[in-house]
């Protein structure tokens, strides 16, 4: 800050709070609700809580294995990955996939965490190829590719700390 000429400080720039930003902040729940295929009356009719609620009842009740597999193909990510950042064998996911059966609760908050990120990253960047790109791109602040991290709640935090990072500016 400056002084002005009787020696008091400049007054900061008033903060303006970015509204739009707001907003796909609130949609980034509704676009994971999407991406794991929540769709019911109650969804269409409830408030952007009423979404986290349902992914709420999806992961408790267990998320069909083919949405977890169609996220994975919206982002580019291999079956074997998936599987493990589901946190099953390969050969358990896809036996689920062939029976049209659902993961357990476990696996599908493991699954939700995934489609949070992502959901996260294409808000950010505003573009779903670019979101795609970055999520499968080797990171210099995360010394590891941003989807590889996804297998823990502490590397999920980081490649969400990098994701708050890049949307404020700082150099990520």
Known sequence: MTATADNRPEQAPAFRFDTKKARQRVTVYGLVARMMGITSEAHRTASEDGAYTLIIETVRSGLPARRLE???????????????????????????????????????????????????????????????RWMNTYNRVLEEVPINLLDTDAGTEMVETVLHRIDHGVFS
């Open 70 to 132: 169609s996220l994975g193909k919206a982002y580019g990510i291999p079956r074997v990955t998936l599987a493990h950042l589901a946190g099953v064998s390969e050969t358990t996911y896809k036996r689920r996939l062939r029976a049209d059966d659902r993961l357990d609760p476990e696996a599908s908050d493991r699954a939700y965490r995934v489609a949070r990120i992502a959901a996260l990253a294409e808000t950010i960047f505003e573009d779903h190829d670019k979101a795609t």
